[in-house]
């Protein structure tokens, strides 16, 4: 049988989660640091091809559904989701994911947009614009894609005949 939480309790919850969630992120962005540069786990694990990606982005998000699970907007959700993917996406392009990881720090982006959430108010409500926005660019960028073979097809089938 499940237990309902009271406020006070959840706020318990929600703060001990905050700080879990802010040391790993610490540690996956910022715990090491040469010559005043920081840098943490995440950008290490990208010299491992596939598995040291699969790895940072697995954390990152297990992060993400733990402040979703204390209450976080899906609009915030979202929003951390799609900064863990960028850092995902980008960071698996050999050589230029390794430099982009080393400065770019989607943990920390998040514990931002989290503390903005929590303590400021900001980020509320549904998602469902930036969803459909993110549709919007993913199927222009399709038909683009289409369009340039169809007429780089048309320009080969020209010079073929």
Request: hydrophobic share 55%.
């Amino acid at each position: 049988m499940k237990r309902d939480l009271s406020l006070a309790d959840k706020e318990k919850r929600r703060d001990h989660d905050f700080g879990w969630v802010e040391r790993l992120s610490w540690l996956m962005d910022n715990n090491f640091q040469i010559a005043g540069f920081r840098f943490g786990l995440d950008p290490l694990l990208n010299f491992v091809p596939f598995a040291g990606t699969i790895a940072s982005f697995g954390t990152s998000f297990v992060l993400v559904m733990v402040m979703w699970r204390n209450g976080a907007s899906s609009k915030l959700v979202v929003k951390m989701l799609i900064n863990i993917s960028i850092d995902a996406i980008l960071g698996a392009i050999p050589l230029f994911g390794n430099v982009f990881d080393f400065f770019n720090k989607a943990n920390t982006k998040n514990i931002k947009l989290m503390k903005e959430h929590y303590y400021e108010n900001k980020h509320q409500g549904s998602a469902i614009w930036l969803l459909l926005g993110i549709l919007s660019i993913i199927v222009l960028f399709f038909v683009g894609t289409i369009y340039l073979l169809w007429i780089a097809g048309e320009w080969v089938w020209q010079l073929l005949f």
